[in-house]
Antibody, heavy 120, light 107 residues
Framework: QVQLQESGPGLVKPSETLSLTCTVS????????WSWIRQPPGKGLEWIGS???????NYNPPLKSRVTMSVDTSKNHFSLKLSSVTAADTAVYYC??????????????WGQGTLVTVSS | SSELTQDPAVSVALGQTVRITCQGD??????ATWYQQKPGQAPVLVIY???DRPSGIPDRFSGSSSGNTASLTITGAQAEDEADYYC??????????FGGGTKLAVL
């Protein structure tokens, strides 16, 4: 059974770069897509972007200029970098396996999430 | 702003049937996927595809679609179904987008 676990700093200073890693266990990262999703406190879910194990990416347009995703198949993990952060980037960040087919896609399973606070 | 619109809150009496809806133009072409999120927990997939449930999801959860509206129906709502529910699909550019979420209260 595939499980995902996010890791990274819980506090990032404004204007700096947020960096998170999602480690996949119980299965290989060399299948499907892998996504990052975030949720500001008390608010809804926002898809950040997805990466295929080959390295091809797809980012949410409002965040595209600040987002970089990468994958390391040797370590079975993928990563997120979000640059020039502000308080508006404070959120719980989730990673998830992402399946896509012709008419639908789904995120399953999800990591437990990690809270990242942007503050000086 | 989200291209998928959900009612912010819905309530249902214990044991009754409730429908949670999600509207958006992209739903004419793509199916919606539904997630349940309880406080302090990660979202959980409950419905995907035309009307598929992952293992472990009770069969009281079902999905349907008509025109630009997708629906999640809970038949015989239980107290443990009280949660936030999010729909997800593609937007007009093919990117993933979530609805704003519906808070379900089971009375």
């Amino acid at each position: 059974q595939v499980q995902l676990q996010e890791s990274g700093p819980g506090l990032v200073k404004p204007s700096e770069t947020l960096s998170l890693t999602c480690t996949v266990s119980g299965g290989s990262i060399t299948s499907d897509y892998w996504s990052w999703i975030r949720q500001p406190p008390g608010k809804g879910l926002e898809w950040i972007g997805s990466i295929y194990y080959s390295g091809s990416t797809n980012y949410n347009p409002p965040l595209k200029s600040r987002v970089t995703m990468s994958v390391d198949t040797s370590k079975n993990h993928f990563s997120l970098k979000l640059s020039s952060v502000t308080a508006a980037d404070t959120a719980v960040y989730y990673c998830a396996r992402h399946h896509e087919s012709t008419r639908y896609g789904w995120f399953d399973p999800w990591g437990q999430g990690t809270l990242v606070t942007v503050s000086s | 702003s989200s291209e998928l619109t959900q009612d912010p809150a819905v309530s249902v009496a214990l044991g009754q049937t409730v429908r949670i809806t999600c509207q958006g133009d992209s739903l004419k072409k793509y199916y919606a996927t539904w997630y349940q999120q309880k406080p302090g927990q990660a979202p959980v997939l409950v419905i995907y595809g035309q009307n598929d449930r992952p293992s472990g999801i009770p069969d009281r959860f079902s999905g349907s679609s008509s025109g630009n509206t997708a629906s999640l129906t809970i038949t015989g709502a239980q107290a443990e179904d009280e949660a936030d529910y999010y729909c997800n699909s593609r937007d007009s550019s093919g990117n993933r987008v979530f609805g704003g979420g519906t808070k379900l209260a089971v009375l």
